[in-house]
Nanobody, 115 residues
Framework: QVQLVESGGGLAQAGGSLRLSCAAS????????MAWYRQAPGKQRELVAR???????IYADSVKGRFTISRDNANNTVYLQMNSLKPEDTAVYYC?????????WGQGTQVTVSS
């Protein structure tokens, strides 16, 4: 069983920055991929950024150039650095891990960006 715990959410002003962390209960070295998703009120959950074990990263068009996903295998943690935040980035952000044929989710952390 893999447990994921997100932290780092909160309130930020437009143009500001936040860094989200996702700590895994086991080694992430062999994970197929780790990713960040978000879900705004009344909207579907969407992929924000994904980092595969092979080093490939992908980003949603809406966050390219502003957000960066990174993995710290030594500390079993994935980060999402969010810069130049916009009010439309307001959502609950979820960490996800793809392990073999299963996907695990964290509990989510709220990010609110004020204009």
């Amino acid at each position: 069983q893999v447990q994921l715990v997100e932290s780092g959410g909160g309130l930020a002003q437009a143009g500001g920055s936040l860094r989200l962390s996702c700590a895994a209960s086991v080694s992430i070295f062999s994970f197929n991929a780790m990713a960040w998703y978000r879900q705004a009120p009344g909207k579907q959950r969407e992929l924000v950024a994904r980092s595969s074990s092979g080093g490939t990263t992908i980003y949603a068009d809406s966050v390219k150039g502003r957000f960066t996903i990174s993995r710290d295998n030594a500390n079993n943690t994935v980060y999402l650095q969010m810069n130049s935040l916009k009010p439309e980035d307001t959502a609950v952000y979820y960490c996800a891990a793809d392990v073999s044929l299963r996907r695990y989710w964290g509990q989510g952390t709220q990010v609110t960006v004020s204009s």
